[in-house]
């Protein structure tokens, strides 16, 4: 009896509690196990394999680094006033050189994406460990094949010399070059595999291959925003609704938004001083479309105090200007232009200059890696363009909500930046830089890519479907 009732006070009350307790603990440690939880935005990246196998499609040399040959063989750019790249004969490149920087020009830099993310893939192998692109040297083993064409560069080379051709296609040397890669690409066994849905141009300037886009609609386009391409479709558009456009080339499915090169080197949070600015906006008054907005806020802001809005560009000494007032601004206006961005957002992340986003149909580089609200104010264009609405706003957010908006940028800066410090960009890349994320959003489009192109190649001889990319 006295083992028995021992043995009762062992398995009393508290003793059973502490066993279910160990019991919940252990299974649920399983189900975490078994089902992690989703990352934090403070990573700005997702789970993912360890690479992309990317195949470097077969172009000439004529239409990727030998442009930069005839760039820097030109003139000064008619465009600006100053070009620090031309200034003298002393700043010509000699043509042996095999990897060319890219121009410091302004109106070219802002896109120089495709120059980092071929210079990624042209970087022997060993010194590759860092990028998510993994190159292989067969079409059929590749996850996308990458078009190495500089269109952008080919695009403003001849903005540069013959503007009035470039709508046309006779005389115009830009067309060629879009025309000659079309052809050579469309004209491999991988096009036509896949009927171009693997493949990505990087299109970064809005009017980069403006004259073969129809062409291009399968692909994977990498675009700084939709501006120009939807402007293009609803001239096409049999819709009356110049609000409602059949986008039937671009698509938040399967394109990619990347960032503009930032044009303003990078303040380190531990330089940063005293902000005296509530507000701060460098840029041209007056543009089109969706930058009408523009004039109307730089109407109702002029002359408030405490806010500076000035006219220009960041090129000589536009740009010390512009580096001096988003270092000594606690916000930077970036309404829309001509398309919904502008390199002006990026400059002011680089700046820690807290962006103030007034443009309601923006898309923005890596969402879903990166939280945009952790770092930047975005303001519907109604409520800004009420008098008095938005210097309200922006004086009532707190100290301490304006420092961790600064910190979080601080965070973000490497994300944004493409340079990778090696001469012709032909080195390691940072794994946390822009390239690499450009690499795993590609990575995020596969599954629709796949899927495209099974239901393409199950379609009936001689039936039609028109490019659909209704979506948003």
Aim: proline share 8%; charged share 20%.
């Amino acid at each position: 009896m006295a083992i028995k009732t021992t043995s009762i006070s062992i398995c009393s009350v508290p003793a059973l509690f502490f066993a279910f307790t160990l019991l919940f603990a252990f299974s649920l440690s399983l189900f975490f196990l078994s089902n992690p939880p989703p990352p934090s935005s403070a990573s700005f990246s997702i789970s993912q394999p360890n690479s992309i196998n990317v195949y470097l499609a077969d172009l000439p040399r004529s239409l990727n680094y030998a442009l930069l040959h005839t760039y820097w063989a030109s003139g000064p750019d008619s465009r600006l006033t100053t070009d620090a790249d031309h200034q003298t004969q002393n700043t010509l490149l000699p043509t042996t050189l095999n990897f060319p920087p890219y121009p410091e020009n302004p109106l070219i830099k802002q896109y120089s994406a495709e120059y980092w993310i071929l210079g990624d893939l042209m970087t022997p192998p060993h010194q590759r460990t860092g990028s998510f692109a993994r190159r292989v040297s067969d079409p059929a083993e590749s996850d996308v094949v990458f078009v190495p064409f500089f269109a952008t560069l080919s695009a403003e080379l001849q903005l540069a010399t013959a503007k009035g051709v470039f709508r046309k296609k006779v005389g115009n040397a830009d067309y060629e070059r879009q025309r000659q890669v079309v052809d050579l690409v469309k004209n491999t066994e991988a096009w036509k595999r896949s009927g171009g849905r693997d493949h990505v141009f990087v299109l970064t300037d809005p009017v980069a291959m403006w004259h073969v886009r129809a062409e291009l609609a399968p692909a994977v386009l990498l675009v700084v925003d939709f501006g120009g391409w939807y402007r293009l479709e609803s001239k096409l558009s049999n819709d009356n609704t110049s609000d409602v456009i059949q986008h039937t080339q671009v698509s938040i499915l399967k394109d990619v938004i990347v960032p503009y090169t930032h044009l303003l080197p990078r303040l380190q949070l531990s330089e940063d001083k005293k902000r005296p600015t509530l507000l701060y906006f460098k840029g041209a008054k007056h543009r089109h479309r969706g930058g009408l907005v523009r004039e109307k806020l730089w109407d109702l802001l002029v002359n408030v105090p405490n806010v500076i809005m000035e006219e220009g560009f960041p090129n000589a000494t536009g740009r010390e200007q512009s580096i001096k007032g988003m270092r000594t601004s606690e916000f930077c206006l970036h309404p829309a232009g001509d398309t919904p961005t502008s390199c002006r957002l990026f400059d002011a992340i680089q700046s820690l200059c807290i962006p103030v986003i007034i443009s309601d149909d923006i898309e923005l580089p890596f969402e879903g890696m990166i939280d945009y609200s952790e770092f930047s104010v975005f303001v519907a264009v109604s409520d800004a363009l009420t008098p008095n609405w938005l210097v309200g706003h922006l004086t009532s957010i707190p100290r301490a909500e304006r420092d961790r908006f600064r910190q979080k940028m601080a965070q973000l800066q490497p994300v944004f930046e493409y340079d990778n410090g090696h001469p012709g960009g032909i080195g390691p890349i940072p794994p946390d830089g822009a390239v690499n994320h450009i690499w795993k959003k590609v990575y995020q489009k596969l599954p629709l890519i796949k899927e495209a192109i099974l239901r393409e190649n199950r379609r009936p001889t001689g039936v039609s479907l028109p490019h659909r990319c209704h979506c948003t």
